[in-house]
Protein backbone atom coordinates (compact mmCIF):
# COMPACT_ATOMS: atom_id res chain seq x y z
CA UNK A 1 0.00 0.00 0.00
CA UNK A 2 1.26 3.40 -0.62
CA UNK A 3 2.17 5.55 2.45
CA UNK A 4 -0.01 7.65 4.74
CA UNK A 5 2.06 8.37 7.79
CA UNK A 6 1.45 11.32 10.15
CA UNK A 7 4.70 12.79 11.59
CA UNK A 8 4.17 14.52 15.00
CA UNK A 9 7.13 17.26 14.93
CA UNK A 10 5.87 19.49 17.78
CA UNK A 11 2.89 18.68 20.42
CA UNK A 12 2.82 21.11 23.13
CA UNK A 13 1.08 24.74 23.30
CA UNK A 14 2.37 27.87 23.96
CA UNK A 15 4.32 27.83 26.77
CA UNK A 16 7.56 25.53 26.41
CA UNK A 17 8.18 22.58 28.16
CA UNK A 18 11.50 20.61 28.32
CA UNK A 19 9.50 18.09 26.79
CA UNK A 20 7.42 19.54 23.80
CA UNK A 21 8.06 21.79 20.92
CA UNK A 22 4.87 23.73 19.45
CA UNK A 23 2.48 22.62 17.05
CA UNK A 24 3.82 21.21 13.91
CA UNK A 25 2.95 17.89 11.70
CA UNK A 26 4.13 16.29 8.74
CA UNK A 27 1.69 14.41 6.63
CA UNK A 28 3.14 12.03 4.11
CA UNK A 29 0.55 11.07 1.37
CA UNK A 30 2.29 8.43 -1.21
CA UNK A 31 5.49 10.19 -0.78
CA UNK A 32 4.19 13.93 -0.95
CA UNK A 33 4.69 15.69 2.11
CA UNK A 34 2.45 18.22 3.21
CA UNK A 35 3.20 20.39 6.57
CA UNK A 36 0.42 21.36 9.12
CA UNK A 37 0.80 24.27 11.19
CA UNK A 38 4.70 25.52 11.73
CA UNK A 39 5.65 26.32 15.27
CA UNK A 40 9.19 27.46 16.17
CA UNK A 41 12.08 24.92 15.48
CA UNK A 42 9.31 22.76 12.83
CA UNK A 43 12.71 23.29 10.10
CA UNK A 44 14.97 21.84 13.28
CA UNK A 45 12.33 18.97 13.68
CA UNK A 46 12.06 18.42 10.34
CA UNK A 47 15.62 17.72 9.80
CA UNK A 48 15.85 15.82 12.69
CA UNK A 49 12.81 13.47 11.52
CA UNK A 50 15.30 12.97 8.43
CA UNK A 51 12.16 14.20 6.29
CA UNK A 52 13.04 15.72 2.78
CA UNK A 53 12.64 19.29 1.90
CA UNK A 54 12.47 18.96 -2.00
CA UNK A 55 9.13 16.44 -1.35
CA UNK A 56 7.26 19.48 0.65
CA UNK A 57 5.06 21.39 -1.24
CA UNK A 58 2.10 22.62 1.29
CA UNK A 59 1.87 24.12 4.40
CA UNK A 60 -1.75 24.36 6.21
CA UNK A 61 -1.81 26.69 8.80
CA UNK A 62 -4.87 26.32 11.29
CA UNK A 63 -5.01 30.11 12.91
CA UNK A 64 -2.29 32.95 13.62
CA UNK A 65 -1.15 32.28 17.18
CA UNK A 66 2.55 32.39 17.46
CA UNK A 67 2.68 28.87 18.35
CA UNK A 68 1.68 27.68 15.01
CA UNK A 69 3.40 30.33 12.68
CA UNK A 70 7.20 30.88 14.41
CA UNK A 71 8.50 28.50 12.31
CA UNK A 72 7.66 30.18 8.97
CA UNK A 73 10.55 32.60 8.65
CA UNK A 74 13.31 29.69 9.40
CA UNK A 75 11.64 27.25 7.10
CA UNK A 76 11.31 29.81 3.74
CA UNK A 77 14.54 31.05 4.50
CA UNK A 78 16.48 27.44 4.67
CA UNK A 79 14.12 26.26 1.57
CA UNK A 80 15.31 29.01 -0.31
CA UNK A 81 18.98 28.66 1.36
CA UNK A 82 18.92 24.74 -0.04
CA UNK A 83 18.36 26.03 -3.48
CA UNK A 84 14.30 25.54 -3.85
CA UNK A 85 12.67 26.48 -6.96
CA UNK A 86 9.61 25.00 -7.29
CA UNK A 87 6.31 26.91 -5.56
CA UNK A 88 5.31 26.52 -1.88
CA UNK A 89 2.07 26.84 -0.95
CA UNK A 90 0.56 28.58 1.95
CA UNK A 91 -3.11 27.47 3.23
CA UNK A 92 -4.75 29.66 6.38
CA UNK A 93 -6.95 31.74 7.53
CA UNK A 94 -6.26 35.73 6.12
CA UNK A 95 -4.64 37.02 9.60
CA UNK A 96 -1.30 35.16 8.35
CA UNK A 97 -0.29 36.92 5.53
CA UNK A 98 0.41 40.31 7.02
CA UNK A 99 3.12 38.58 9.00
CA UNK A 100 4.16 36.42 5.92
CA UNK A 101 4.63 39.51 3.85
CA UNK A 102 6.89 40.71 6.24
CA UNK A 103 9.04 38.08 6.01
CA UNK A 104 9.23 37.44 2.76
CA UNK A 105 10.42 41.81 2.71
CA UNK A 106 13.00 41.38 5.07
CA UNK A 107 14.23 38.07 5.41
CA UNK A 108 13.66 36.17 2.16
CA UNK A 109 13.90 39.48 -1.03
CA UNK A 110 15.13 37.45 -4.42
CA UNK A 111 14.50 34.38 -3.57
CA UNK A 112 14.38 31.36 -5.86
CA UNK A 113 11.05 30.45 -5.83
CA UNK A 114 7.62 31.46 -5.41
CA UNK A 115 5.39 31.73 -2.09
CA UNK A 116 2.01 31.43 -3.35
CA UNK A 117 -0.77 32.37 0.01
CA UNK A 118 -4.36 30.87 0.10
CA UNK A 119 -6.71 32.53 2.39
CA UNK A 120 -9.08 29.71 3.75
CA UNK A 121 -12.46 30.72 5.07
CA UNK A 122 -12.65 28.98 8.88
CA UNK A 123 -16.52 28.84 8.94
CA UNK A 124 -16.82 26.97 6.00
CA UNK A 125 -16.50 22.83 4.85
CA UNK A 126 -15.16 23.10 1.91
CA UNK A 127 -12.28 21.47 -0.83
CA UNK A 128 -9.20 23.37 -0.47
CA UNK A 129 -6.98 21.43 -2.69
CA UNK A 130 -6.69 18.28 -4.86
CA UNK A 131 -4.71 16.22 -6.91
CA UNK A 132 -5.11 12.64 -8.81
CA UNK A 133 -5.00 10.77 -5.67
CA UNK A 134 -6.00 13.01 -2.78
CA UNK A 135 -7.86 15.55 -1.50
CA UNK A 136 -7.68 18.49 1.42
CA UNK A 137 -10.69 20.09 2.81
CA UNK A 138 -10.92 22.56 5.26
CA UNK A 139 -13.12 22.06 8.92
CA UNK A 140 -14.28 25.24 10.75
CA UNK A 141 -13.33 24.97 14.21
CA UNK A 142 -13.86 27.90 16.81
CA UNK A 143 -10.54 29.50 18.95
CA UNK A 144 -10.25 32.99 19.98
CA UNK A 145 -9.52 33.75 16.59
CA UNK A 146 -10.31 32.52 13.44
CA UNK A 147 -8.92 28.87 13.21
CA UNK A 148 -9.63 26.03 11.01
CA UNK A 149 -8.53 22.36 10.88
CA UNK A 150 -7.67 20.36 7.77
CA UNK A 151 -9.30 16.95 6.62
CA UNK A 152 -6.39 14.89 4.17
CA UNK A 153 -8.68 12.31 2.44
CA UNK A 154 -7.55 9.42 -0.08
CA UNK A 155 -9.61 9.61 -3.09
CA UNK A 156 -10.87 6.00 -4.10
CA UNK A 157 -8.63 3.84 -6.14
CA UNK A 158 -9.54 1.97 -8.96
CA UNK A 159 -9.99 -1.86 -7.85
CA UNK A 160 -6.55 -4.04 -8.62
CA UNK A 161 -6.66 -7.05 -11.41
CA UNK A 162 -6.81 -10.82 -10.59
CA UNK A 163 -3.15 -11.60 -12.53
CA UNK A 164 -4.79 -15.72 -12.53
CA UNK A 165 -8.09 -14.30 -14.49
CA UNK A 166 -5.56 -12.23 -16.90
CA UNK A 167 -3.77 -15.62 -17.82
CA UNK A 168 -6.51 -17.26 -17.84
CA UNK A 169 -8.30 -15.62 -20.04
CA UNK A 170 -5.80 -14.69 -22.27
CA UNK A 171 -6.80 -11.00 -21.83
CA UNK A 172 -4.12 -8.54 -23.49
CA UNK A 173 -2.32 -5.75 -21.59
CA UNK A 174 -3.50 -3.18 -23.24
CA UNK A 175 -7.18 -4.04 -22.00
CA UNK A 176 -5.72 -3.90 -18.50
CA UNK A 177 -6.99 -0.38 -18.14
CA UNK A 178 -10.04 -0.52 -18.89
CA UNK A 179 -10.31 -3.53 -17.16
CA UNK A 180 -9.57 -1.88 -13.87
CA UNK A 181 -12.41 1.23 -15.01
CA UNK A 182 -15.30 -0.92 -15.23
CA UNK A 183 -15.13 -3.22 -18.23
CA UNK A 184 -15.79 -6.73 -18.81
CA UNK A 185 -13.86 -9.19 -20.92
CA UNK A 186 -15.59 -10.90 -23.43
CA UNK A 187 -14.83 -14.15 -24.74
CA UNK A 188 -14.49 -15.81 -28.20
CA UNK A 189 -17.64 -17.43 -27.96
CA UNK A 190 -19.51 -14.68 -26.52
CA UNK A 191 -18.91 -15.96 -22.72
CA UNK A 192 -18.93 -11.96 -20.62
CA UNK A 193 -16.81 -12.25 -17.58
CA UNK A 194 -17.82 -9.92 -15.68
CA UNK A 195 -15.63 -6.80 -14.44
CA UNK A 196 -16.24 -8.47 -10.66
CA UNK A 197 -14.92 -11.52 -11.49
CA UNK A 198 -11.47 -10.15 -13.01
CA UNK A 199 -10.83 -7.41 -10.09
CA UNK A 200 -10.94 -7.25 -6.57
CA UNK A 201 -11.97 -3.60 -4.42
CA UNK A 202 -9.35 -1.79 -4.11
CA UNK A 203 -8.42 -1.01 -0.60
CA UNK A 204 -10.78 1.85 1.90
CA UNK A 205 -9.46 5.09 0.91
CA UNK A 206 -8.12 6.53 4.05
CA UNK A 207 -8.34 9.94 5.92
CA UNK A 208 -6.86 12.09 8.27
CA UNK A 209 -8.11 14.83 10.61
CA UNK A 210 -6.42 17.26 11.76
CA UNK A 211 -8.54 19.60 14.61
CA UNK A 212 -6.47 21.96 16.47
CA UNK A 213 -7.03 24.29 18.55
CA UNK A 214 -10.76 24.70 19.43
CA UNK A 215 -13.24 24.33 21.72
CA UNK A 216 -15.13 21.17 21.56
CA UNK A 217 -17.80 20.95 18.85
CA UNK A 218 -20.15 17.77 18.84
CA UNK A 219 -21.34 18.52 15.77
CA UNK A 220 -17.78 17.72 14.29
CA UNK A 221 -19.10 14.38 14.40
CA UNK A 222 -20.57 14.49 10.64
CA UNK A 223 -17.59 15.62 9.01
CA UNK A 224 -15.67 13.49 10.78
CA UNK A 225 -17.42 10.46 10.46
CA UNK A 226 -15.35 7.13 9.56
CA UNK A 227 -12.20 9.28 9.55
CA UNK A 228 -8.68 6.70 9.66
CA UNK A 229 -7.03 9.06 12.15
CA UNK A 230 -8.33 11.74 14.30
CA UNK A 231 -5.66 13.77 15.23
CA UNK A 232 -7.76 16.29 18.44
CA UNK A 233 -6.38 19.05 21.08
CA UNK A 234 -6.63 18.09 24.75
CA UNK A 235 -4.69 20.72 26.32
CA UNK A 236 -6.75 20.51 29.42
CA UNK A 237 -8.01 17.13 31.13
CA UNK A 238 -11.51 17.21 32.19
CA UNK A 239 -11.07 18.34 35.85
CA UNK A 240 -10.26 22.32 34.09
CA UNK A 241 -13.37 22.08 32.28
CA UNK A 242 -13.78 25.72 33.30
CA UNK A 243 -10.52 26.68 32.08
CA UNK A 244 -10.75 24.82 28.61
CA UNK A 245 -13.51 26.58 27.98
CA UNK A 246 -12.63 30.05 28.66
CA UNK A 247 -9.51 30.08 26.78
CA UNK A 248 -11.57 27.59 23.73
CA UNK A 249 -9.44 24.75 23.97
CA UNK A 250 -11.05 21.10 24.47
CA UNK A 251 -10.63 18.41 27.36
CA UNK A 252 -9.26 14.71 26.81
CA UNK A 253 -12.46 13.40 27.47
CA UNK A 254 -14.22 15.78 25.11
CA UNK A 255 -11.90 15.29 21.96
CA UNK A 256 -12.59 11.30 23.23
CA UNK A 257 -16.30 11.68 23.32
CA UNK A 258 -15.98 13.33 19.45
CA UNK A 259 -13.36 10.75 18.26
CA UNK A 260 -16.37 7.69 19.37
CA UNK A 261 -19.39 9.96 17.92
CA UNK A 262 -17.90 10.38 15.21
CA UNK A 263 -16.97 7.05 14.87
CA UNK A 264 -13.06 7.53 13.96
CA UNK A 265 -10.52 3.96 13.42
CA UNK A 266 -7.78 6.13 15.56
CA UNK A 267 -7.73 9.19 17.95
CA UNK A 268 -4.11 10.72 18.60
CA UNK A 269 -4.62 13.95 21.25
CA UNK A 270 -2.32 16.36 21.90
CA UNK A 271 -1.63 19.99 22.40
CA UNK A 272 -0.51 19.64 26.01
CA UNK A 273 -1.00 23.00 28.00
CA UNK A 274 2.19 23.93 29.97
CA UNK A 275 0.64 23.12 32.90
CA UNK A 276 0.19 19.99 32.99
CA UNK A 277 2.84 17.50 34.42
CA UNK A 278 1.52 14.17 33.67
CA UNK A 279 -0.49 13.12 30.06
CA UNK A 280 -1.23 9.86 30.97
CA UNK A 281 -4.06 11.30 32.84
CA UNK A 282 -5.10 12.46 29.53
CA UNK A 283 -4.44 9.47 28.32
CA UNK A 284 -6.56 7.62 30.89
CA UNK A 285 -9.42 9.77 30.75
CA UNK A 286 -9.11 9.57 27.08
CA UNK A 287 -9.55 5.48 26.71
CA UNK A 288 -12.56 5.45 29.23
CA UNK A 289 -14.71 7.08 26.52
CA UNK A 290 -12.85 5.75 23.01
CA UNK A 291 -10.12 2.77 23.90
CA UNK A 292 -8.19 3.54 20.70
CA UNK A 293 -6.45 6.64 21.38
CA UNK A 294 -2.28 7.72 21.56
CA UNK A 295 -0.83 10.40 22.96
CA UNK A 296 1.04 12.10 20.45
CA UNK A 297 4.56 13.19 21.17
CA UNK A 298 7.78 14.59 19.43
CA UNK A 299 9.04 12.34 16.49
CA UNK A 300 5.97 9.94 16.57
CA UNK A 301 5.41 8.22 13.24
CA UNK A 302 1.78 6.71 12.81
CA UNK A 303 1.18 5.31 9.94
CA UNK A 304 -2.55 5.07 8.78
CA UNK B 1 34.10 33.49 43.33
CA UNK B 2 30.74 34.87 41.48
CA UNK B 3 29.68 32.66 38.71
CA UNK B 4 30.42 34.44 35.13
CA UNK B 5 29.46 31.50 32.41
CA UNK B 6 28.28 30.77 28.98
CA UNK B 7 25.79 28.26 28.11
CA UNK B 8 25.83 27.48 23.89
CA UNK B 9 22.18 26.93 22.74
CA UNK B 10 23.20 26.90 19.45
CA UNK B 11 25.97 27.01 17.22
CA UNK B 12 24.90 26.16 13.45
CA UNK B 13 25.00 28.43 11.02
CA UNK B 14 21.88 28.98 8.83
CA UNK B 15 21.55 25.50 6.73
CA UNK B 16 19.96 23.10 9.45
CA UNK B 17 21.74 20.32 10.54
CA UNK B 18 20.87 17.12 12.44
CA UNK B 19 23.27 18.21 14.98
CA UNK B 20 22.91 22.30 15.63
CA UNK B 21 20.31 25.10 16.18
CA UNK B 22 21.22 27.96 15.21
CA UNK B 23 23.12 31.03 17.29
CA UNK B 24 22.68 31.14 20.46
CA UNK B 25 24.06 32.08 23.84
CA UNK B 26 23.54 32.98 27.28
CA UNK B 27 26.14 34.39 29.81
CA UNK B 28 25.45 34.34 33.86
CA UNK B 29 27.47 37.32 35.18
CA UNK B 30 26.94 36.55 38.84
CA UNK B 31 23.09 35.06 38.47
CA UNK B 32 22.16 38.14 35.50
CA UNK B 33 21.52 36.89 32.50
CA UNK B 34 22.24 38.02 28.93
CA UNK B 35 21.24 36.54 25.72
CA UNK B 36 23.68 37.14 22.92
CA UNK B 37 21.82 36.66 19.36
CA UNK B 38 18.28 34.91 19.20
CA UNK B 39 17.84 31.86 16.83
CA UNK B 40 15.28 29.90 16.54
CA UNK B 41 14.50 27.77 18.90
CA UNK B 42 16.38 29.75 21.30
CA UNK B 43 13.63 29.75 23.96
CA UNK B 44 13.15 25.71 24.08
CA UNK B 45 17.02 25.25 24.35
CA UNK B 46 16.52 27.85 26.92
CA UNK B 47 14.21 25.93 28.83
CA UNK B 48 16.64 22.96 28.28
CA UNK B 49 18.86 24.43 29.78
CA UNK B 50 17.02 25.42 33.39
CA UNK B 51 17.58 28.35 33.02
CA UNK B 52 15.71 31.26 34.72
CA UNK B 53 13.86 33.45 32.42
CA UNK B 54 13.27 35.96 35.54
CA UNK B 55 16.79 36.67 35.45
CA UNK B 56 17.18 37.71 31.79
CA UNK B 57 16.91 41.01 31.49
CA UNK B 58 19.13 41.77 28.04
CA UNK B 59 19.62 40.35 24.71
CA UNK B 60 22.50 41.61 22.66
CA UNK B 61 21.71 40.82 18.98
CA UNK B 62 24.90 40.62 16.31
CA UNK B 63 22.86 41.20 13.35
CA UNK B 64 19.58 40.75 11.13
CA UNK B 65 20.36 37.50 9.59
CA UNK B 66 17.49 34.75 10.03
CA UNK B 67 19.66 32.68 11.93
CA UNK B 68 20.22 35.29 14.54
CA UNK B 69 16.91 36.33 15.46
CA UNK B 70 14.17 34.43 14.59
CA UNK B 71 14.17 32.97 18.17
CA UNK B 72 12.77 36.63 19.14
CA UNK B 73 8.93 36.04 18.68
CA UNK B 74 9.14 32.56 20.34
CA UNK B 75 11.11 34.67 23.35
CA UNK B 76 9.27 37.51 23.36
CA UNK B 77 5.58 35.77 23.33
CA UNK B 78 6.82 33.38 26.25
CA UNK B 79 8.01 35.53 28.56
CA UNK B 80 4.53 37.35 28.17
CA UNK B 81 2.55 34.22 29.32
CA UNK B 82 4.98 33.74 31.95
CA UNK B 83 3.60 36.70 33.51
CA UNK B 84 6.79 39.29 33.15
CA UNK B 85 6.75 42.70 33.78
CA UNK B 86 10.04 43.97 33.88
CA UNK B 87 11.34 45.24 31.46
CA UNK B 88 13.72 43.44 28.29
CA UNK B 89 16.68 45.51 26.62
CA UNK B 90 17.19 44.72 23.12
CA UNK B 91 20.85 45.39 21.78
CA UNK B 92 21.61 45.43 17.89
CA UNK B 93 22.15 46.82 14.61
CA UNK B 94 19.16 49.46 13.57
CA UNK B 95 17.81 46.75 10.99
CA UNK B 96 16.35 44.96 13.03
CA UNK B 97 14.15 47.11 14.69
CA UNK B 98 11.83 46.87 12.07
CA UNK B 99 11.32 43.40 12.38
CA UNK B 100 10.91 43.78 16.14
CA UNK B 101 8.27 46.11 15.39
CA UNK B 102 5.72 43.98 13.72
CA UNK B 103 6.71 41.58 16.13
CA UNK B 104 5.22 43.81 18.83
CA UNK B 105 2.06 44.84 16.68
CA UNK B 106 0.84 41.82 15.59
CA UNK B 107 1.81 39.07 18.12
CA UNK B 108 2.28 41.08 21.27
CA UNK B 109 -0.58 44.11 21.82
CA UNK B 110 -1.01 44.34 25.12
CA UNK B 111 1.87 42.48 26.54
CA UNK B 112 2.35 43.28 30.80
CA UNK B 113 6.11 44.62 29.94
CA UNK B 114 8.30 46.87 27.89
CA UNK B 115 10.45 45.89 25.16
CA UNK B 116 13.05 48.41 24.87
CA UNK B 117 15.35 48.63 21.76
CA UNK B 118 18.69 50.13 21.92
CA UNK B 119 20.26 50.78 18.26
CA UNK B 120 24.03 49.95 18.39
CA UNK B 121 26.56 51.64 16.16
CA UNK B 122 28.26 48.29 14.37
CA UNK B 123 31.08 50.42 13.35
CA UNK B 124 32.68 51.61 16.84
CA UNK B 125 34.00 49.93 20.10
CA UNK B 126 31.51 51.81 22.87
CA UNK B 127 30.65 50.83 25.95
CA UNK B 128 26.41 50.02 26.12
CA UNK B 129 25.82 49.28 29.13
CA UNK B 130 27.08 49.05 32.81
CA UNK B 131 25.92 48.25 36.23
CA UNK B 132 27.81 48.20 39.80
CA UNK B 133 29.82 44.82 38.60
CA UNK B 134 29.71 44.53 34.31
CA UNK B 135 30.34 47.02 31.36
CA UNK B 136 29.09 45.25 27.85
CA UNK B 137 31.36 46.76 25.00
CA UNK B 138 30.28 47.10 21.11
CA UNK B 139 33.12 45.22 18.84
CA UNK B 140 32.67 46.42 15.34
CA UNK B 141 32.70 43.18 12.63
CA UNK B 142 32.46 43.44 9.47
CA UNK B 143 29.93 40.91 7.54
CA UNK B 144 27.54 41.21 4.24
CA UNK B 145 25.16 43.93 6.76
CA UNK B 146 25.72 46.21 9.82
CA UNK B 147 27.18 43.46 12.65
CA UNK B 148 29.09 43.77 15.84
CA UNK B 149 30.67 41.47 18.65
CA UNK B 150 29.87 42.07 22.37
CA UNK B 151 33.00 42.19 25.23
CA UNK B 152 31.46 41.22 28.80
CA UNK B 153 33.72 42.43 31.23
CA UNK B 154 33.97 42.16 34.94
CA UNK B 155 34.51 45.61 36.26
CA UNK B 156 37.76 45.53 38.84
CA UNK B 157 36.35 44.16 42.33
CA UNK B 158 37.67 45.61 45.83
CA UNK B 159 40.51 43.82 46.97
CA UNK B 160 39.47 41.21 50.03
CA UNK B 161 40.85 41.55 53.79
CA UNK B 162 43.10 39.19 55.40
CA UNK B 163 40.58 38.03 58.22
CA UNK B 164 43.86 36.92 60.62
CA UNK B 165 44.88 40.93 60.66
CA UNK B 166 41.70 42.22 61.76
CA UNK B 167 41.58 39.95 64.39
CA UNK B 168 45.43 40.75 65.22
CA UNK B 169 44.71 44.47 65.19
CA UNK B 170 41.37 44.39 66.30
CA UNK B 171 40.04 46.69 63.58
CA UNK B 172 36.72 47.58 64.41
CA UNK B 173 33.98 45.93 61.57
CA UNK B 174 33.37 49.52 60.65
CA UNK B 175 36.28 50.37 58.41
CA UNK B 176 36.33 46.79 57.01
CA UNK B 177 34.52 49.08 54.03
CA UNK B 178 37.00 51.30 54.16
CA UNK B 179 40.38 49.74 53.93
CA UNK B 180 38.66 47.32 51.11
CA UNK B 181 38.27 51.16 49.59
CA UNK B 182 42.36 51.58 50.38
CA UNK B 183 42.58 53.27 53.64
CA UNK B 184 45.46 51.86 55.90
CA UNK B 185 45.07 51.28 60.21
CA UNK B 186 46.74 53.16 62.56
CA UNK B 187 47.41 51.90 65.80
CA UNK B 188 47.12 53.54 69.19
CA UNK B 189 50.45 53.74 69.37
CA UNK B 190 50.68 55.82 66.38
CA UNK B 191 51.85 52.75 63.86
CA UNK B 192 50.62 52.79 60.48
CA UNK B 193 49.53 49.40 59.08
CA UNK B 194 49.68 49.69 55.45
CA UNK B 195 46.74 48.74 53.21
CA UNK B 196 48.52 46.09 51.32
CA UNK B 197 49.12 44.73 54.61
CA UNK B 198 45.58 44.43 55.75
CA UNK B 199 44.23 43.19 52.14
CA UNK B 200 44.96 40.34 49.49
CA UNK B 201 44.41 41.54 45.66
CA UNK B 202 40.75 40.53 43.95
CA UNK B 203 40.82 38.38 41.57
CA UNK B 204 41.60 39.58 38.14
CA UNK B 205 38.16 40.87 36.09
CA UNK B 206 37.13 38.22 33.65
CA UNK B 207 36.01 38.69 30.35
CA UNK B 208 34.09 37.26 27.34
CA UNK B 209 34.11 38.03 23.88
CA UNK B 210 31.81 37.44 21.39
CA UNK B 211 32.56 37.70 17.69
CA UNK B 212 30.22 36.28 15.04
CA UNK B 213 29.64 36.58 11.78
CA UNK B 214 32.64 38.73 10.10
CA UNK B 215 35.62 38.07 8.37
CA UNK B 216 38.91 37.93 9.49
CA UNK B 217 39.62 41.05 11.05
CA UNK B 218 43.33 40.84 12.66
CA UNK B 219 43.09 44.45 14.25
CA UNK B 220 40.71 43.12 16.22
CA UNK B 221 43.89 41.75 18.61
CA UNK B 222 43.78 45.42 20.11
CA UNK B 223 40.04 45.06 21.75
CA UNK B 224 40.59 41.46 22.79
CA UNK B 225 43.53 42.06 24.59
CA UNK B 226 43.91 39.64 27.20
CA UNK B 227 39.94 38.63 26.96
CA UNK B 228 39.62 35.21 29.64
CA UNK B 229 37.23 33.61 26.78
CA UNK B 230 36.81 34.43 23.10
CA UNK B 231 34.40 33.24 21.33
CA UNK B 232 34.64 33.49 17.63
CA UNK B 233 33.03 32.06 14.23
CA UNK B 234 34.71 29.83 12.35
CA UNK B 235 32.43 29.01 9.66
CA UNK B 236 34.68 26.97 7.27
CA UNK B 237 38.04 25.18 7.42
CA UNK B 238 41.26 26.81 6.20
CA UNK B 239 40.48 25.19 2.58
CA UNK B 240 37.73 26.91 2.05
CA UNK B 241 39.40 30.20 2.35
CA UNK B 242 37.66 31.39 -0.74
CA UNK B 243 34.47 30.40 0.14
CA UNK B 244 34.61 32.13 3.76
CA UNK B 245 36.13 35.33 1.91
CA UNK B 246 33.04 35.45 -0.55
CA UNK B 247 30.72 35.34 2.06
CA UNK B 248 32.38 37.27 5.00
CA UNK B 249 33.25 34.98 7.50
CA UNK B 250 36.16 33.62 9.27
CA UNK B 251 38.33 30.19 9.21
CA UNK B 252 38.77 27.82 12.05
CA UNK B 253 42.49 29.05 11.26
CA UNK B 254 42.13 32.25 11.36
CA UNK B 255 40.10 32.97 14.36
CA UNK B 256 42.90 30.76 16.55
CA UNK B 257 45.45 32.84 14.86
CA UNK B 258 43.55 36.35 16.48
CA UNK B 259 43.39 34.15 19.93
CA UNK B 260 46.83 33.68 19.30
CA UNK B 261 48.08 37.59 18.53
CA UNK B 262 45.27 38.91 21.39
CA UNK B 263 46.87 35.77 24.09
CA UNK B 264 43.52 35.48 25.06
CA UNK B 265 43.26 32.67 27.70
CA UNK B 266 41.06 30.38 25.85
CA UNK B 267 39.23 30.01 22.26
CA UNK B 268 35.86 28.79 21.74
CA UNK B 269 34.90 28.37 18.03
CA UNK B 270 31.93 27.55 16.28
CA UNK B 271 29.18 28.64 13.96
CA UNK B 272 29.75 26.21 11.51
CA UNK B 273 28.73 25.62 8.14
CA UNK B 274 26.21 23.16 6.83
CA UNK B 275 28.44 21.85 4.41
CA UNK B 276 30.86 20.43 7.31
CA UNK B 277 30.84 16.66 7.99
CA UNK B 278 33.53 16.69 10.87
CA UNK B 279 34.10 19.33 13.29
CA UNK B 280 37.47 17.69 14.36
CA UNK B 281 38.67 19.45 11.73
CA UNK B 282 38.06 22.66 12.42
CA UNK B 283 39.18 21.57 15.81
CA UNK B 284 43.17 20.17 15.01
CA UNK B 285 43.46 23.19 12.63
CA UNK B 286 42.83 25.68 15.37
CA UNK B 287 44.71 24.07 17.86
CA UNK B 288 47.68 24.05 15.95
CA UNK B 289 47.93 27.93 15.70
CA UNK B 290 46.29 28.30 19.70
CA UNK B 291 46.35 25.01 21.45
CA UNK B 292 43.52 26.30 24.39
CA UNK B 293 40.67 25.97 22.08
CA UNK B 294 37.17 24.13 22.22
CA UNK B 295 34.85 23.16 20.17
CA UNK B 296 31.14 25.09 20.70
CA UNK B 297 28.51 22.20 20.94
CA UNK B 298 25.15 22.70 22.20
CA UNK B 299 24.36 22.74 25.73
CA UNK B 300 27.66 23.26 26.79
CA UNK B 301 28.79 25.78 29.56
CA UNK B 302 32.24 27.27 29.60
CA UNK B 303 32.59 28.65 32.69
CA UNK B 304 35.26 31.53 33.07
Chains 1, 2 share one sequence.
Not at 22 to 36: A, D, E, H, W, Y
Not at 46 to 66: D, E, P, T
Not at 163 to 190: C, H, Y
Request: charged share 20%.
Amino acid sequence: MEPFDVHILGCGSAKPTHKHFPTCQVVNIRGKLMMIDCGEAAQMQFARQKLNMNRLGHLFISHNHGDHVFGLPGLISTMALLGRTSEFHIYGPQQIEEYLNVIMKIYCEGIDYKVIFHSVRTREHYLLFEDKSIEVWSIPLEHRIPCCGYLFREKPSLPHIRREMIDAFNIPVSQINNIKAGASWTLDDGTVIPHEQLTYPAEKPRSYAYCSDTIYLPQLKEILKGTTLLFHEATYPHEMLARATETRHTTALQAATLARDAEVHQLCIGHYSGRIKDEDVHLAEAKSVFQNTILAQERLVIPL
